[in-house]
């Protein structure tokens, strides 16, 4: 059986989790948007149902913090990222940096744990971000898998490259992702009761050559 890391990525919309059964008694990564909290979208019931995983050894992520572009794209252009904006000036140090600790307060303050993961918005982020994340102390930060990358070390954290699932990279990545409104849906439930769940902790690093990381970089920009 494979072993895979698991994301489990909660919706902006979403009010709860109401997991399927299959994931009893697992142990995977469950990423939430501060703003489901803040905004009031996210439910007492919610929180609770989150608050049971980490008891359980499930992982805390943090994706962003209000979810979407700080820039108005009146253009029509995807407005679904926070830490890079493909379209418009680069994001300062300085507001990432605001940005990820309101995100990570809320977080904490909700759940009395502090997330261990960052996720960026759409896995868009830069050299900023990665500062950033360092300086908060995560330990891990997701970015998307293009070429089967193996988790590796940048600026002290580990990324873990992850493809979603039912993509064609996903037979070859470490990291599989999925959301939480798909999780019953046949393809991601036969492919998840088919892999043992592992955490990001129980993997070890390789070093990845920068000429594959430029690719994956280059390769997920284009798909964007």
Known sequence: MKRRILSVYVNLQDKGLNLPSYLDNNKFIISICPSSISGGTFSKKGVEEVKKLLEE????????????????????TDPWHENLCLYNQPISLESQLEL?????????????????????????????????????????????????????????????????????ET??????????????????????????????????????????LTMNELQKRIKK
Do not use: W
């Open 100 to 168: 990820m600790i309101k995100g990570k307060e809320i977080l904490t303050k909700t759940f009395g744990v502090e997330p261990v993961v960052y996720a960026p918005i759409n896995h868009l982020y830069d050299e900023n971000t990665l500062s950033v994340a360092q300086t908060l102390k995560y330990s891990f930060m997701m970015d998307q898998n293009n070429f089967g990358i193996n988790p590796y070390k940048q600026h002290g954290l580990v990324i873990i490259p992850e493809s979603k699932i039912g993509d064609e």
């Open 171 to 212: 037979g070859v990545c470490l990291g599989v992702y999925a959301h939480v409104d798909m999780l019953r849906k046949r393809k991601i439930s036969d492919f998840i009761k088919g892999i043992e769940l592992i955490l990001p902790s129980d993997v070890l690093t390789k070093k990845v050559p920068q000429h594959i």
């Open 57 to 76: 050894g499930c992982l805390l992520g943090q994706r962003g913090y209000i979810g979407r572009c700080r820039y108005y794209h009146k253009d029509g």
